[in-house]
């Protein structure tokens, strides 16, 4: 056998296969190259802190109006809800589901996908990369929100001795609940942006299953109805972030803390298998 017969057998680096953290820094670049992505998201953290500042302002104002039995009950409820204003978190979580949303669909609408699987035949290792980034921006994203929520109400609170601490019962788990429910309903996006192709069908569908459905549906009507609706993202975290929930909101058939956590889980883990399995199974 000759050097040059061997040269012609030996792989080269242009064959190798691509490594996963070169996907990962390849979808990295995607991710932040996305308008939505450098606009929306410091944009959506300015807008929750905001409104958690002008709720914890307005309640620091009218604490010397409030009766005694209004001050105990919102010594119950109103910090965390002045933290984790349902009002900014209902626009994050719809922003977030936005941008998982276009991490597919961006790709298919203006034919970069072709060119992607092209360079690397690899589908289910370019989708998981691509859930990776998300999950970790998205993560980043919802843990500097909440703390900074979280820090910035009970500093406006604490002298009118409204305010609770990290170290409370239930608070710590609040907390972790506002950061980990962006990541999962940015996963939910990307799952229906797999399904549909479409921006517009995917962010309608995942609107309606995070922020619809859960104002639709009767929950005190039958146990086994209760039990489905508890298990949707946006419940299972408002279940999470209430700390006296038998106190504050008590219903039928109430929800447990390890389930929701597992709804959570049960959504990402979903989410990210079927993005998986639709793009690699569908052509381009």
């Avoid at 900074?148 to 604490?158: D, E, G, K, N, Y």
């Amino acid at each position: 056998m000759t050097a040059g017969t061997e040269l012609t057998r030996r792989p080269t680096r242009a064959d190798a296969p691509a490594r996963f953290r070169d996907l990962l820094a390849a979808e990295w670049i995607k991710l932040w190259s996305l308008r939505s992505t450098r606009w929306t998201l410091p944009l959506v953290f300015l807008f929750v802190v905001g409104v958690s500042v002008n709720a914890s302002l307005a309640d620091h104002r009218n604490w010397p109006t409030y009766p005694e039995e209004r001050r105990e009950m919102f010594r119950l409820y109103g910090p965390v809800r002045d933290a984790f204003p349902e009002a900014g978190y209902l626009l994050l979580i719809l922003a977030s589901a936005t941008v998982g949303a276009l991490t597919i669909v961006g790709e298919y609408q203006s034919g970069l996908i072709r060119a992607t699987f092209a360079a690397v035949p690899a589908r289910r290792a370019v989708v998981a990369a691509k859930a990776a980034v998300l999950t970790g921006v998205m993560l980043g994203l919802g843990t500097l929100t909440a703390a900074t929520s979280f820090w910035v109400s009970q500093a406006i609170l604490a002298d009118r001795g409204a305010s609770w601490s990290i170290g409370e019962p239930g608070v710590l788990r609040a907390v972790v609940a506002s950061a980990v429910v962006v990541p999962v309903c940015a996963l939910v996006g990307m799952g229906m942006g797999a399904l549909t192709r479409h921006a517009a069908a995917a962010v309608f569908a995942a609107t309606t299953v995070l922020l619809l459905l859960p104002m639709v549906v009767d929950r005190d009507e039958h146990r086994w109805i209760a039990e489905l609706y508890d298990t949707l993202p946006v419940v299972a975290w408002l279940r999470l972030i209430e700390v006296h929930p038998d106190i504050v909101n008590p219903v039928p058939y109430p929800a447990t803390v390890a389930g929701s956590w597992l709804a959570l889980a049960a959504w990402s883990l979903v989410a990210a298998l079927a993005a998986v399995t639709l793009v690699h199974r569908r052509d381009p």
